[in-house]
């Protein structure tokens, strides 16, 4: 079920109103109404899904009372053996179904000829997986940590997990800010549920019509990439950099804007990552759920910035490397945190990693030319790394890029469709960076302040609205398949 859909409207609606008018007085009746309507939201893709994610919630909810068992006797042993076993079965069910058929074939390519014969398995990737899964691991994490006591409410873990809004796409949450929101009966927040009603709007905008459109001349050249100019490859390059922003950034903002028609707060995502002035201030912004967890889980641990600058980087490339596996199976992705690593490290071995923690523009309505240069020259490599990101294969990227910098790089650009499209493609870009430099300090492009007149605020939404109608059709998510 697509956010972007007919059915997902019905079901948004329908929800709304029996979780407020008739599931609204007991905490746990309403959790088990949570749990029931994510489960149904999952299942519309296959309902074989449910058995997994059943399994994973089970499982990290014993995890949690067996942890928290051996914990109130001081017996660290017992405990992390009980996270560690949670752990290791939560990521042997995330490499069966993700990573498995890719590593097998690997290796059948470098020592059975190529013969994978009787050692591949027909299965289904469940959408989300890596999502919930790692929200299901921080669970078991906080608990052993002691930030977290562990809950016997098996409702409202079951709901924790499987919360809707955030279930197949994130952000992914930590059980210290979600799991406590299933504790208390919350009450209808008007300004709250407004405010939802605003951020799912943007959301829709920039999903709609600034990646959908984006997406259809992406496809067109990543497609047929080895028979176009270099200047048109460029093109397609940048559209499916603000492709990918567009597609995840919005389906945050939906996820984040529905979770507050429900009285949740989820964490925020994205903070205008393309007015980055470096790339360590762009995985600041950008992904930030992501991001933080293999800091708390996958740094911290290994030491963090606290150990030698040699170790430093190291634990540098090990979180970069995690995170593009993380994304999917395949070399491409490795290469691409591979290359933002690379991209780091001279910024931690010069201590300038920290050296932007304001906002771009702080108490100014326009970029300094220093500022203004550290943005395009950061894009650039951003949307080097994507070309990476994007194409099938290694070989597929580096003809890709070397298209780019071939001799048809000032070409006239040919091959991605009618020119009018991009014209008006790159007008809604245009469009969604004004509105984000403007409200750049705020949570989202419809955050109330942007215009203090009522009727100039009403007039945007419906043009924003009235807008959506010109879209390319109901495209799927990019960050499903992850």
């Not at 019509?209 to 997406?215: K, L, N």
């Not at 992501?290 to 963090?304: A, E």
Request: net charge positive.
């Amino acid at each position: 079920m697509l956010f972007n859909s007919i059915e997902f409207a019905i079901f948004l609606v329908l929800t709304f109103l029996l979780y407020w008018f008739l599931f609204n007085r007991k905490r746990r009746v309403r959790n088990l109404f949570i749990i029931i309507v994510s489960y149904i939201f999952y299942g519309w893709w296959d309902w074989r899904f449910l058995l997994l994610i059943a399994f994973t919630s089970l499982c990290s909810y014993v995890s949690g009372l067996i942890i928290g068992h051996y914990r109130d006797k001081d017996n660290r042993k017992g405990a992390r053996w009980a996270c560690g076993l949670n752990i290791g079965v939560n990521l042997a069910i995330l490499c069966l179904f993700k990573y498995y058929n890719f590593f097998v074939t690997e290796f059948a390519a470098r020592f059975l000829d190529g013969d994978t014969s009787g050692i591949l398995i027909k299965l289904i990737l469940p959408v989300g997986i890596s999502f919930y899964t790692f929200q299901a691991l921080s669970y078991s994490i906080d608990v052993y940590r002691r930030k977290l006591a562990p809950t016997r409410d098996m409702t409202a873990f079951f709901a924790y997990i499987a919360f809707f809004p955030q279930l197949v796409a994130g952000p992914i949450e930590r059980a210290t800010n979600l799991l406590p929101q299933f504790y208390t009966i919350r009450k209808f927040d008007y300004e709250g549920a407004v405010e939802g009603m605003r951020r799912i709007l943007w959301g829709l905008f920039k999903k709609i019509i600034v990646a959908d459109s984006c997406a259809v001349m992406v496809n067109r050249i990543f497609a047929d990439y080895e028979s176009l100019p270099g200047s048109t490859l460029a093109i397609g390059a940048v559209l499916f950099a603000f492709q990918i922003y567009g597609d995840f950034s919005g389906y945050s903002d939906i996820a984040i804007g529905t979770a507050r028609l429900f009285g949740f707060s989820l964490m925020q995502n994205f903070k205008v990552p393309y007015f980055s002035r470096d790339i360590a201030e762009f995985w600041r912004r950008w992904h930030i759920s992501l991001n933080t967890w293999f800091v708390d889980y996958v740094y911290i641990p290994l030491g963090g910035s606290r150990v030698a600058k040699h170790k430093v980087i190291r634990n540098t490339f090990t979180i970069f490397l995690l995170s593009g596996l993380w994304h999917g199976a395949n070399w491409t992705f490795l290469a691409w945190g591979g290359y933002h690593a690379g991209l780091f490290v001279p910024l931690i071995a010069t201590k300038r990693n920290r050296r932007y923690t304001d906002t771009v523009a702080e108490g100014r309505r326009f970029p300094t030319f220093r500022e203004v240069r550290g943005m395009a020259i950061t894009f650039c490599l951003v949307v080097i790394g994507w070309i990476f990101f994007r194409s099938e294969t290694i070989t597929d990227a580096w003809r890709y890029l070397t298209g780019i910098f071939s001799h048809t790089l000032f070409d006239k650009p040919v091959g991605y469709g009618r020119e009018h499209d991009l014209w008006v493609t790159l007008a809604w870009i245009v469009v969604m960076l004004c509105v984000e430099w403007i409200q750049r300090k705020r949570d989202h492009g419809l955050a109330i302040g942007m215009v203090r007149q009522r009727w100039l605020r009403w007039l945007i939404y419906y043009a924003v609205i009235i807008s959506l109608f010109f879209g390319e059709g109901v495209e799927t998510f990019i960050y499903f398949q992850f």
